[in-house]
């Protein structure tokens, strides 16, 4: 039992998180992984206890639980809330007290989101800025005014006392609906964030939207293959091969980019397929459409370009690309529509 690697894993029950557990489920060293999870639903605690998890029933709010967990964790793997510094703060102080009774750091692998590197184009115009994860002295140029860098400058500083070894997963825009064991028991969301919350509003209104011209880039990642990237990641970090952490722990999970206009023009076309849209050319979403579906946030009218060149650097190999995106969409569309998804502003 000593032998084994104790992983505490939050989010587990969502879109990134399930899907990394159920490749840490099946992965071929899983006999040697004690994995704990902390899960809202005791339904779904004790599904995960049937597939051997040690689920633990408790929410973000119950930062003592979770400082415990972190304390008894080799490596904590933080998959649910890219923003919640007070979570952060928790598992830090966990980690820390291990530090002080083991001597020997943890490893904390924290799930952020490129949305740190996005500008205010409102899809006016595309930006040539990119930036690539192997290059921190560029990443460190990111003011810490961006959105979730307050998170990721904590985490930096944590690196820097050497209580913790950071790495910083940054997904862009993940897509595909998830499929895995855990979406087929009803543990786990299978949908994505970004594309859903756009295939909702141009539902509700009718036709294919974007924010203004729709010209920004984003950069996206198929959801098994951002998986593989925490796998990679994990593999790199127990063989001991000493992949880049603290300042140079940032992995960018992406393969290819498109802009916003691309995206809105496939969910255009598909709503005129399955009966739903007036035309096949996106609109810009009106400023009242902007409030109602993404709390007023000209956010997906941003540019956030990026390079994974340290997550490849680890071996990770994603093969997808914009044309699978594309793809994804006329079926994210009928799902969601038989889930009679609606807007849910706030969750972007
Ligand atoms: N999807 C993307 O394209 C994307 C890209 C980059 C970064 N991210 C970021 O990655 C994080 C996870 O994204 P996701 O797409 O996996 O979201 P998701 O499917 O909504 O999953 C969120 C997970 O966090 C758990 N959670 C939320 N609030 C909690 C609370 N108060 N206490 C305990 N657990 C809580 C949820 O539990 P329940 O099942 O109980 O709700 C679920 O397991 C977010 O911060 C997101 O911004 C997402």
């Not at 998959?79 to 750091?105: C, F, S, W, Y």
């Not at 593989?228 to 091969?241: F, P, Q």
Request: include cysteine; proline fraction near 4%.
């Amino acid at each position: 039992m000593t032998s084994k690697i104790n992983i505490f894993a939050t989010g587990v029950t969502g879109y990134i998180g399930g899907s990394v557990l159920a490749r840490l489920l099946e992965h071929p060293d899983a006999g040697s992984f004690h994995v704990t999870a902390l899960v809202r639903s005791e339904e779904k605690a004790n599904k995960l206890k049937a597939l051997g998890v040690n689920a633990v029933v408790g929410t973000h709010s119950e930062l003592g639980l979770i400082k415990d967990l972190a304390s008894e964790a080799d490596v904590v793997i933080a998959m649910a809330d890219a923003d919640n510094i007070k979570v952060v703060h928790a598992i830090l102080q966990g980690i820390k007290e291990r530090h002080t009774k083991i001597g020997a750091p943890s490893i904390l692998i924290h799930t952020v989101h490129v949305g740190v590197l996005a500008d205010n184009a409102e899809g006016k115009h595309k930006t040539d800025i990119i930036y690539d994860d192997a290059d921190p002295a560029q990443l460190e140029l990111l003011p810490p005014t961006q959105l979730h860098r307050n998170v990721d400058l904590e985490l930096l500083e944590a690196d820097k006392e050497g209580y913790v070894k950071v790495y910083i997963i940054a997904p862009s825009t993940i897509y595909g609906i998830a499929s895995n064991k855990l979406v087929d028991e009803g543990i786990q969301n299978p949908h994505s964030i970004q594309i859903p919350a756009l295939i909702a509003a141009s539902l509700d209104r009718g036709q294919g939207g974007m924010v203004g011209e729709g010209k920004n880039l984003w950069p996206n990642v198929e959801i098994a293959e951002l998986a593989d990237l925490y796998i990679k990641l994990l593999d790199a970090i127990n063989s001991e091969s000493f992949p880049g952490h603290g300042r140079e722990g940032f992995y960018f999970g992406e393969n290819g980019e498109h802009s916003l206009y691309e995206v809105g023009k496939a969910i255009a076309e598909a709503l005129v397929e399955l009966g739903k849209g007036k035309s096949t050319e996106p609109t810009p979403f009106t400023k009242e459409e902007i409030d109602k579906y993404f709390g007023g946030s000209a956010y997906l009218g941003s540019n956030s370009r990026c390079r994974g060149n340290r997550s490849r650097s680890i071996g990770w190999k994603p093969v997808k690309t914009t044309k699978d995106m594309l793809a994804s969409i006329k079926p994210e569309v009928e799902a969601l529509i038989k889930r009679n998804y609606k807007p849910q502003e706030g969750k972007l």
